[in-house]
């Protein structure tokens, strides 16, 4: 009851949509229903039965609110999930489509749908048939268990990366074994190398080579760093070598490109000026302030 009621309080306060996130316990979702939550996610095949299930879909419907549909390996249609002729893929997609057709039988059809497995080649073949078989239906994508910042970073984007970039996905959950601060940097990071959603400025810097004659992952990492506070969608680079740097990063709206103590500043491949290597990243941060924000 403690939970119930702090949860009621906080939808009554949040400036944003508060999701109730609900396993095993359809009476915990019924109730959230009633204490103000803007949408559920539930996975059918841990609630219970279908009439445990049916309970979730009328209070949702007395609500007026959206449910998303679940599935993963732990929360399969028991008509799929014993099934030794199916593979994980098609017992993944025979559940989800189950369920969808269960809650349309119901009356209910404000679902979004999310089918989630931890690897990289069953989270695209799932979402790909799903959207060939229910194209009318929204669809969640993510890699569930993605694991630590560095792995699941990679397999994350490679995963949910190649579904956007096919037209495939809706919303978008970047799970890692991390700061939940992370998993919202990296989903921007996300959206903004696939062309779909810039807030914040994209850091581009070339590998150090023989070229090379300043501290390059040094700088680079620092301007890494303090580009977190910057709300602008610009591109900035920083380049190993003032003699190509400049032009390969051309695309770029402002950059630097260093060695033997100094730097160039540029923008859109044209110098502005020369600065000390030691002034460089204040220098850059100045010109962008002055130009950008």
């Known amino acids: 009851v403690?939970?119930?009621?702090?949860?009621?309080?906080?939808?009554?306060?949040?400036?944003?949509?508060?999701?109730?996130?609900?396993?095993?316990?359809?009476?915990?979702?019924i109730e959230?229903?009633?204490?103000?939550?803007?949408a559920l996610r539930v996975n059918p095949g841990n609630i219970g039965s279908w009439e445990r299930v049916d309970a979730v879909i009328d209070a949702a419907g007395e609500a007026g609110i959206p449910i998303?549909?679940?599935v993963n390996a732990g929360s399969l249609d028991p008509t799929f999930a014993e099934?030794?002729?199916?593979?994980?893929?098609?017992?993944?997609?025979?559940?989800?489509?189950?369920?969808?057709?269960?809650?349309?039988?119901?009356?209910?059809?404000?679902?979004?749908?999310?089918?989630?497995?931890?690897?990289?080649?069953?989270?695209?073949?799932v979402n790909r048939s799903l959207s060939r078989e229910?194209?009318?239906?929204?669809?969640?994508?993510?890699?569930?268990?993605?694991?630590t910042l560095r792995q699941g970073t990679v397999k994350n984007a490679a995963a949910i990366g190649a579904l956007l970039m096919e037209g495939i996905g809706d919303t978008i959950r970047l799970s890692l074994t991390a700061?939940?601060?992370?998993?919202?940097n990296v989903a921007w990071d996300l959206l903004s190398a696939v062309g779909l959603r810039r807030l914040r400025p994209e850091l581009v810097s070339c590998p150090t080579c023989g070229r090379c004659q300043w501290d390059?992952?040094?700088?680079?990492?620092?301007?890494?760093?303090?580009?977190?506070?910057?709300?602008?969608?610009i591109t900035v680079a920083v380049m190993g070598c003032a003699v190509n740097g400049?032009?390969?990063?051309?695309?770029?709206?402002?950059?630097?490109?260093?060695?033997?103590?100094?730097?160039?500043?540029?923008a859109s491949g044209e110098k502005i000026r020369t600065v000390d290597e030691a002034d460089a990243v204040d220098e850059l941060f100045a010109e962008i302030e002055c130009r950008f924000t």
């Open 2 to 29: 403690g939970a119930l009621d702090g949860f009621g309080a906080v939808c009554a306060s949040s400036p944003l949509p508060v999701v109730a996130d609900i396993h095993f316990d359809h009476n915990l979702a």
């Open 32 to 38: 959230a229903c009633r204490r103000g939550a803007s």
């Open 68 to 70: 998303r549909i679940g």
């Open 83 to 125: 099934r030794e002729d199916l593979t994980h893929v098609e017992k993944l997609v025979g559940s989800a489509t189950s369920f969808v057709e269960h809650f349309r039988e119901r009356g209910f059809a404000d679902i979004v749908l999310s089918a989630k497995a931890h690897g990289v080649p069953t989270t695209v073949e």
């Open 134 to 147: 229910l194209p009318e239906v929204p669809l969640h994508i993510g890699v569930t268990e993605a694991g």
């Open 179 to 184: 700061d939940p601060v992370e998993e919202v």
């Open 216 to 233: 390059l992952m040094g700088v680079a990492a620092e301007v890494e760093r303090r580009l977190a506070g910057v709300r602008a969608p």
């Open 246 to 266: 400049p032009g390969e990063a051309k695309g770029a709206d402002i950059g630097l490109a260093g060695g033997r103590g100094k730097a160039v500043l540029f």
